[in-house]
């Protein structure tokens, strides 16, 4: 087993998607430091040291680094994060992805762009901030298209339109705008294929490692995934040698990258990227399909570390994911128990759960208001998709009809805490 004894790592978010990539940390035998603005997030309650900051401020988790002397940084299934882990890598001289290319890939504008600019397979697309000066050009796209925030995640704020309609345009764009940091809208028309998604990790330039996954969608907001993939051996390479070229025209060489492509006869077409491992539990499926521990060479490459990995098996063990939901809004009286799910889905053997009996839980409209996942085993993808119908059946979250309230945010911040003062003296 790898002994990182003693080695200092920041991890951004405390999340429940971040907590297995801390506690891998944690047994590796890192001290762990967790970055997140909600002081009771789940990896706060086991890290080293919880610093209460948003992990958007750069210059505040760059001076805690300081404060803390890391030895490396990084992030589980973050996309808001990356841009800070690549800035504070870059200020410190820690091995991570450069800062251009992560603002490149996290930021959909900008990857639109450098995807024309290179030659790469991508749809026609426009960009702005005001509907109304972009009327024209929205026009001159082929139906349908697709309204998104530029700099968002989590299939927050996504419209699909058939057919040009100002009025209701106008509607989708400035939802899109509330979700995007930066105030700007990507409107692009859809790509036609398979939609696949996953993780892989970058080697001294090369793909070292890929698993492709199968998705399941509501809409445009992912349900679930499943490995092996819906993709015959053919597209998988195909979809390798496109991801490849595209990490290397951003010059992006070493690390982990989470994915969604579509893939057709006639092309494949990355539609998002970033330098991250995955959400919706696709590092634990991975490693349970195959046996490679994603969250582990992440952890290694943050600690400049070698990174290598074993030829893959020819065969995978079939799994799956299923995010949990609401279909309203509301308080949640109950959760029903791992012994209660697995009386219908006998492979079940994790399942989590990020909200508690009395806690209001909303409708499930973007990745945001999930309510945790289950992962279970099963003996082929349609043997997947007959469990997660079972469970959109079956797995029932009665609410109560109290309207959903946003909780205010815990204030505690890094840049006032106590604890910044008693670190510095």
Same mark, same amino acid.
């Given at each position: 087993?790898?002994?990182?004894?003693?080695?200092?790592?920041?991890? +951004?978010?405390? *999340?429940?998607?971040?907590?297995?990539?801390?506690?891998?940390?944690?047994?590796?035998?890192?001290?762990?430091?967790?970055?997140?603005?909600?002081?009771?997030?789940?990896?706060?309650?086991?890290?080293?040291?919880?610093?209460?900051?948003?992990?958007?401020?750069?210059?505040?988790?760059?001076?805690?680094?300081?404060?803390?002397?890391?030895?490396?940084?990084?992030?589980?299934?973050?996309?808001?994060?990356?841009?800070?882990?690549?800035?504070?890598? *870059?200020?410190?001289?820690?091995?991570?992805?450069?800062?251009?290319?992560?603002?490149?890939?996290?930021?959909?504008?900008?990857?639109?762009?450098?995807?024309?600019?290179?030659?790469?397979? #991508?749809?026609?697309?426009?960009?702005?901030?005001?509907?109304?000066? +972009?009327?024209?050009?929205?026009?001159?796209?082929?139906?349908?298209?697709?309204?998104?925030?530029?700099?968002?995640?989590?299939?927050?704020?996504?419209?699909?339109?058939?057919?040009?309609?100002?009025?209701?345009?106008?509607?989708?764009?400035?939802?899109?705008?509330?979700?995007?940091?930066?105030?700007?809208?990507?409107?692009?028309?859809?790509?036609?294929?398979?939609?696949?998604?996953?993780?892989?990790?970058?080697?001294?330039?090369?793909?070292?490692?890929?698993?492709?996954? #199968?998705?399941? %969608?509501?809409?445009?907001?992912?349900?679930?995934?499943?490995?092996?993939?819906?993709?015959?051996?053919?597209?998988?390479?195909?979809?390798?040698?496109?991801?490849?070229?595209?990490?290397?025209?951003?010059?992006?060489?070493?690390?982990?990258?989470?994915?969604?492509?579509?893939?057709?006869?006639?092309?494949?077409?990355?539609?998002?990227?970033?330098?991250?491992?995955?959400?919706?539990?696709?590092?634990?499926?991975?490693?349970?399909?195959?046996?490679?521990?994603?969250?582990?060479?992440?952890? %290694?490459?943050?600690?400049?570390?070698?990174?290598?990995?074993?030829?893959?098996?020819?065969?995978?063990?079939?799994?799956?994911?299923?995010?949990?939901?609401?279909?309203?809004?509301?308080?949640?009286?109950?959760?029903?128990?791992?012994?209660?799910?697995?009386?219908?889905?006998?492979?079940?053997?994790?399942?989590?759960?990020?909200?508690?009996?009395?806690?209001?839980?909303?409708?499930?409209?973007?990745?945001?208001?999930?309510?945790?996942?289950?992962?279970?085993?099963?003996?082929?993808?349609?043997?997947?998709?007959?469990?997660?119908?079972?469970?959109?059946?079956?797995?029932? +979250?009665?609410?109560?009809?109290?309207?959903?309230?946003? +909780?205010?945010?815990?204030?505690?911040?890094?840049?006032?805490?106590?604890?910044?003062?008693?670190?510095?003296?």
């Amino acid at each position: 087993m790898t002994d990182l004894n003693g080695k200092r790592l920041m991890v +951004l978010g405390a *999340g429940p998607f971040q907590l297995s990539g801390i506690r891998r940390a944690m047994d590796l035998g890192c001290w762990v430091a967790t970055v997140d603005n909600l002081p009771d997030n789940y990896g706060h309650k086991i890290s080293h040291q919880r610093i209460h900051c948003s992990t958007l401020d750069r210059e505040c988790v760059l001076e805690a680094a300081r404060v803390f002397g890391i030895d490396g940084i990084c992030t589980f299934s973050s996309d808001v994060a990356t841009t800070t882990v690549a800035y504070v890598c *870059g200020r410190l001289n820690l091995a991570g992805a450069p800062l251009d290319s992560t603002e490149t890939m996290v930021a959909k504008d900008r990857f639109r762009a450098f995807q024309k600019r290179h030659g790469l397979n #991508h749809p026609a697309f426009v960009v702005g901030e005001e509907f109304p000066e +972009l009327v024209s050009k929205v026009k001159a796209l082929e139906y349908p298209v697709m309204f998104k925030p530029c700099d968002s995640s989590g299939s927050r704020g996504i419209t699909r339109f058939d057919a040009f309609c100002f009025e209701k345009m106008v509607t989708a764009f400035d939802q899109s705008r509330g979700f995007s940091r930066s105030g700007r809208v990507l409107i692009e028309e859809c790509v036609d294929g398979v939609e696949v998604g996953g993780d892989g990790f970058l080697v001294d330039g090369a793909v070292a490692f890929l698993s492709i996954t #199968h998705k399941r %969608l509501d809409g445009f907001v992912p349900k679930g995934h499943c490995l092996p993939p819906s993709i015959d051996e053919t597209d998988q390479e195909r979809v390798r040698e496109t991801l490849g070229r595209c990490c290397r025209a951003l010059s992006y060489t070493d690390g982990p990258f989470n994915f969604d492509v579509i893939v057709s006869p006639e092309s494949v077409t990355v539609i998002e990227m970033g330098p991250r491992t995955g959400g919706n539990g696709i590092p634990a499926l991975i490693r349970r399909a195959t046996g490679m521990d994603l969250e582990e060479a992440c952890i %290694l490459r943050a600690l400049g570390r070698e990174v290598t990995f074993p030829e893959p098996p020819k065969s995978l063990r079939s799994c799956g994911s299923y995010i949990i939901g609401s279909k309203a809004a509301g308080v949640l009286p109950r959760v029903p128990s791992h012994e209660e799910i697995q009386e219908f889905v006998p492979g079940l053997y994790e399942s989590f759960f990020t909200v508690r009996p009395g806690e209001m839980a909303p409708k499930f409209e973007h990745g945001g208001h999930m309510l945790g996942w289950l992962l279970f085993d099963c003996d082929s993808p349609q043997a997947y998709e007959k469990t997660a119908r079972a469970l959109d059946e079956r797995l029932k +979250l009665e609410v109560s009809e109290q309207p959903f309230g946003i +909780l205010p945010e815990n204030p505690t911040d890094w840049s006032t805490s106590p604890a910044r003062e008693q670190a510095k003296r």
